[in-house]
């Protein structure tokens, strides 16, 4: 049984390693990572959040539903144009147990390139909600975090309804 990993558990904060071989463990893995991210209404979910320290992630298309799973995924390319939107994460928790958000700047589209469940390489270019939630989960897989683009004062304000549920 898998289990959502918090804020200041530090597997979040770990550059993961590529997947090697695509095992059933795997895929078992990311069917449940599937049902832990809709049974908690997210639109993706990295690896590291569920203490896995490897290169994958599930996704949502919030417009038709379709699921994405990600192995080794990585951005190839990014658009110079930003686009300022809300984020959360089921992450990063606050009191209510309910995710924090914040504004953050994204580039609006990007290229990305990943193996799928069947072994086979896809590249797609994404743009709005979907480049968001595909930037926002590969950043997981290098220990980044959506309250790491804040600014100091933005960043506190995040942490201390995080640090209350504590």
Same mark, same amino acid.
């Given at each position: ?73 990585? &951005? %190839? ?6 686009? $300022? *939107?809300? @984020?959360?994460?089921? +992450? ?51 220990? &980044? %975090? ?6 100091? $004062? *933005?960043? @506190?304000?995040?942490? +201390? ?6």
């Amino acid at each position: 049984m898998l289990q959502m990993k918090l804020c200041g558990d530090l597997v979040l904060r770990e550059k993961c390693t590529p997947v090697d071989t695509i095992t059933p463990e795997i895929l078992e893995t990311l069917d449940e990572m599937v049902k832990m991210m809709d049974e908690q209404h997210g639109v993706g979910l990295a690896a590291p959040q569920v203490g896995i320290s490897k290169r994958f992630l599930v996704m949502k298309n919030p417009v038709n539903d379709e699921v994405i799973k990600m192995i080794n995924p990585v &951005i %190839l390319s990014r658009s110079d144009e930003m686009v $300022v *939107k809300e @984020e959360g994460c089921l +992450s990063v928790l606050g009191s209510d147990g309910l995710p924090v958000f914040a504004d953050v700047a994204r580039p609006a589209k990007v290229s990305v390139q990943w193996t799928g469940i069947d072994g086979k390489q896809n590249t797609a270019n994404m743009s709005g909600f979907r480049a968001r939630i595909v930037q926002h989960e590969t950043d997981h897989l290098d220990g &980044i %975090l959506f309250i790491d683009y804040l600014s100091p $004062v *933005k960043r @506190e304000m995040v942490m +201390s309804k995080v640090r209350r549920k504590k």
